[in-house]
């Protein structure tokens, strides 16, 4: 007998349907083959499967069992056939009437006892399977949350092989998930930093206020113990709150990836993702055997930190200038192609010398003027000209450290932010543009609405310090983001000036070399 069941196939983080179709006949000797292009895993499947199925109640067809997985020219990967295998193969020997294998999908990866275990990518299959038509899923119930505000899908959370085999067969329904509105999963968000522990640091506070407005990349220059790294970690709780939209990109790619904690629900808060400077350029920008995502897309909608930037290798660092550019990344393998999004902010954080004291008023550097040069050397001109904010850190004297701080808190802060990014939306409705950081070359200065003595003092500025072409777009940005958050519809010259003064460290450390 023929039986078919539905389920999807990973591409990236996009789904495709596959269909199931198992084929079980007499022999004389005991024969299960699976074909279809399936990867080791799917292979496995068939044993465990077998295991499954006895623990289950139900008995491994005696002959020979064809499991085919349509189409088979797609490479099927991982071990989310296992349900639907195993329900074909049921359904196919007869052992089960099943009522409805047509409309549903079926996900799960099954364990020897026949327990449904969670598996990668749950959220890309429910959506793609929603926006190709399908409205049921019976899915691993650690699953469950993750798809829990998917509207137009009714979710059937099942614990075991067997309690899927009686929903099917109409014995045993299982209760539909409700649904949950995207506003209770942002309720109760908690941040690991606030602004308002960091004494003193203007300058630099200044920066991230502007760069989580504008979504621009930064980065924080300071000797040893200035306080880089907290700034840095204090930016999440600036960031305004993501959308459903942006809630389901990064979910899905965490999901894809395998890093979404097993019954975790939907991703809410902005990534903050700091990779280690021994970390590989695989790791980072993604790939390996199956073209897995990398950290530049995990932080996709949030931030990279890279922290003591020029201790990273230079093939690592350089692969970040295209998605920095143009927020995809393209992974490239034998047995894949594929495209992730990694729209992200980039923060940085570096010292000024190897020792880290150049230019320090309470410690001597024991740097020489080449080992100095060589260190510096480790940042190309283009990946700088690729960061927008550039600001120093300096030492806060013990007296500010210990005395009250009275400084203004992420929430404030947040506010201003949030205020801003409104009005950038509103500015490029329609656009596909979700902050000033993604502003297109065409017509930005109409875009940015500057005012004519602004661009004349940006003009005179590229000249002035040679700065490249890249240079006065990102300025133009930059400015735009100071006017939003001063609530100004004119690019003016003061918000220009203030951008200016954001670039600055280039020419002070670097010098002509990056000109």
């Given amino acids: 007998m023929l039986a078919r069941t539905k389920c999807f196939a990973l591409t990236g983080i996009e789904g495709q349907p596959v269909t199931v179709e198992a084929f079980v006949s007499s022999a004389s000797e005991f024969r299960f083959n699976i074909v279809g292009l399936p990867d080791a895993a799917v292979k496995e499947s068939r044993d465990r ?47 089960l009437q099943a009522m409805a294998l047509a409309d549903v999908i079926l996900i799960g990866e099954l364990a020897l006892d026949g327990r449904l275990s969670p598996v990668s990518g749950a959220l890309s299959i429910v959506i793609s399977a929603h926006e190709q038509g399908w409205r049921k899923v019976i899915l691993p119930r650690e699953n469950a949350k993750e798809v829990e505000v998917v509207s137009g899908m009714e979710v059937f959370p099942a614990s075991s092989l067997y309690e899927a085999a009686m929903h099917l067969s109409g014995r045993a329904p299982l209760p539909a998930q409700a649904q949950r509105s995207y506003e209770d999963c942002l309720a109760g968000t908690v941040f690991e930093m606030d602004l308002a522990q960091v004494r003193g640091q203007q300058l630099p506070r200044r920066a991230l206020e502007i760069a989580a407005a504008g979504g621009h990349n930064l980065l924080l220059m300071g000797v040893p113990g200035s306080g880089k790294t907290m700034l840095a970690r204090c930016l999440p709780g600036l960031l305004p709150e993501m959308s459903q939209e942006e809630a389901f990109e990064t979910t899905r790619i965490h999901s894809a990836a395998g890093v ?42 949030g931030v990279l930190f890279l922290d003591e930037m020029p201790e990273y290798p230079r093939a690592v660092l350089e692969a970040l200038r295209q998605p920095l550019e143009d927020g ?38 024991r740097c020489g003027s080449h080992d100095i040069k060589r260190y510096l050397d480790r940042i190309s001109g283009p990946l700088l000209d690729r960061i927008d904010l550039q600001v120093e850190v300096d030492v806060v004297p013990v007296e500010d450290i210990v005395k009250e701080s009275g400084q203004e808190s992420s929430a404030q802060v947040r506010a201003r932010v949030r205020a801003a990014r409104a009005l950038q939306a509103k500015r490029y409705e329609g656009q596909g543009i979700r902050c000033n950081a993604q502003m297109s070359g065409k017509g930005m200065e109409d875009q940015a609405l500057a005012t004519a003595p602004a661009l004349t003092l940006l003009q005179n500025a590229v000249k002035k310090y040679s700065l490249s072409m890249r240079a006065y777009t990102r300025l133009i940005k930059v400015a735009r983001t100071i006017a939003d958050l001063q609530d100004e519809r004119a690019l003016e010259l003061p918000a220009m000036a203030e951008a200016i003064q954001f670039r600055m460290i280039d020419g002070k450390y670097w010098g002509e070399q990056h000109g």
């Fill in 49 to 95: 499967v077998g295991a499954a199925l006895k623990n289950s109640g139900f008995t491994m067809p005696v002959g020979q069992t064809v499991v085919n997985l349509s189409p088979a020219d797609l490479r099927k990967e991982g071990t989310a056939f296992d349900l639907p295998i195993a329900i074909a193969v049921i359904v196919a020997s007869r052992q």
């Fill in 328 to 365: 995809i990344i393209t992974v490239s393998r034998v047995k894949a192609h594929t495209q992730y999004l990694s729209r992200m902010m980039l923060v940085a954080s570096m010292n000024p010398c190897p020792c880290g004291y150049y230019g320090s008023r309470v410690k001597h550097c």
């Fill in 260 to 301: 979404l904690k097993p019954g975790g629900g939907l991703i809410t808060q902005r990534p903050f993702r700091t990779p280690h400077h021994s970390a590989s350029l695989a790791s980072l920008i993604g790939g390996g055997l199956n073209a897995r995502p990398g950290e530049v897309s995990l932080a996709h909608n």
